[in-house]
């Protein structure tokens, strides 16, 4: 099992910053892909980053892509989105998620976040 909290989130204005972590406990957190996912009212739960094993591959949605950043640091078991220029669509609950392998679909991921809200205002 891994366990998965996130914290980080908050209320910025549009054009700002906001730096998602997401600490790891239980099994080999070094050994999972993690990804980043986020979910507005009323829409399906969207892929927004994924980071290898390593750190060294990572993948964004064409939405976020020069805008967000995903890092981790594997002594701390710990994943980070640093989000800049935020805009008033980057709003949602936004969750981190571990798996086998990096991947978009939510379904290739076994362990899940609680989510921390992210609200960008106008």
């Known amino acids: 099992q891994v366990q998965l909290v996130e914290s980080g989130g908050g209320l910025v204005q549009a054009g700002g910053s906001l730096r998602l972590s997401c600490v790891a406990s239980?099994?080999?957190?070094?050994?999972?892909?993690m990804g980043w996912f986020r979910q507005a009212p009323g829409k399906e739960r969207e892929f927004v980053a994924t980071?290898?094993?390593?750190?060294?591959?990572?993948y964004y949605a064409d939405s976020v892509k020069g805008r967000f950043t995903a890092t981790r640091d594997n002594a701390k078991m710990t994943v980070y989105l640093q989000m800049n220029s935020l805009k008033p669509e980057d709003t949602a609950v936004y969750y981190c998620?571990?798996?086998?392998?990096?991947?978009?679909?939510?379904?290739?991921?076994?362990?899940w976040g609680q989510g921390t809200q992210v609200t960008v205002s106008s």
């Open positions: 998620a571990a798996g086998p392998g990096v991947a978009e679909a939510p379904g290739r991921y076994d362990y």
């Open positions: 239980g099994r080999t957190f070094s050994s999972y892909a």
């Open positions: 980071i290898g094993w390593s750190g060294g591959y990572t």
